[in-house]
């Protein structure tokens, strides 16, 4: 928890966490920023001190979530030292956000392609540092599988990332469940004996 959290920053944050609420509902292109103004109650003026578009405040919600998520996980990293901990904390650190922030993961998720310009390139910065991230412990974790490494990472993040397609707080375990049931799939899949491709073929054709 920060300690130096100044008004303005709590203020930023309310509008941030409202703004998600509205797009998460209506989707980026269909909200306006009145709508804005009347889920967080700041006036039109007030939120245009704070940002002078709507994809600007797009931008702010997707590097504000994402920002957050990095700085958690690369604080939690330091402090694992196997593989298997290293990846059971970075989906537990999704996991535990997502599940509080349920508006704000579907916006970051559903408008990923909203962004434009430097918007877009400062928060695919952010996302590419997720993706090494994720492919040096996936590395760690087993240097000499046959299994291509980018379609492993992008596996493990799809996985994550589309929790808000189907969670349910009143029915779904909490985050830490969540984790280790997550991580428990994707090791022991990740991990596993080599499968022939000639079997998997054959399974999968029509009986």
């Not at 804005?36 to 007030?46: K, N, P």
């Not at 400062?122 to 540092?129: E, G, S, Y």
């Amino acid at each position: 928890m920060r300690l130096d959290r100044t008004p303005y920053d709590e203020k930023l944050d309310a509008i941030l966490a409202a703004s998600a609420r509205v797009f998460a509902e209506k989707g980026y292109h269909n909200a306006s920023i009145r709508d804005i103004a009347r889920a967080s109650g700041v006036s039109l003026s007030g939120l245009y001190y704070y940002f002078q578009s709507k994809e600007e405040l797009l931008y702010l919600i997707q590097d504000h979530g994402l920002g957050t998520l990095l700085d958690r996980l690369e604080e939690r990293l330091q402090r694992v030292v196997r593989p298997e901990d290293k990846l059971r904390v970075l989906i537990r650190n999704h996991l535990t956000y997502f599940v509080s922030n349920m508006a704000q993961m579907k916006v970051m998720s559903h408008e990923a392609d909203s962004l434009t310009g430097e918007f877009k390139a400062q928060v695919n910065r952010k996302k590419r540092r997720f993706v090494d991230i994720a492919g040096e412990i996936l590395n760690e974790l087993n240097p000499n599988t046959d299994l291509d490494l980018r379609v492993s990472t992008f596996a493990l993040y799809g996985m994550i990332n589309w929790l808000y397609t189907w969670y349910r707080a009143e029915r779904d375990p909490d985050a830490d469940v969540l984790a280790d049931t997550m991580t428990r799939i994707f090791i022991e899949g990740y991990r596993g004996n080599k499968v022939d491709p000639a079997m998997m073929s054959e399974a999968m054709l029509p009986s």
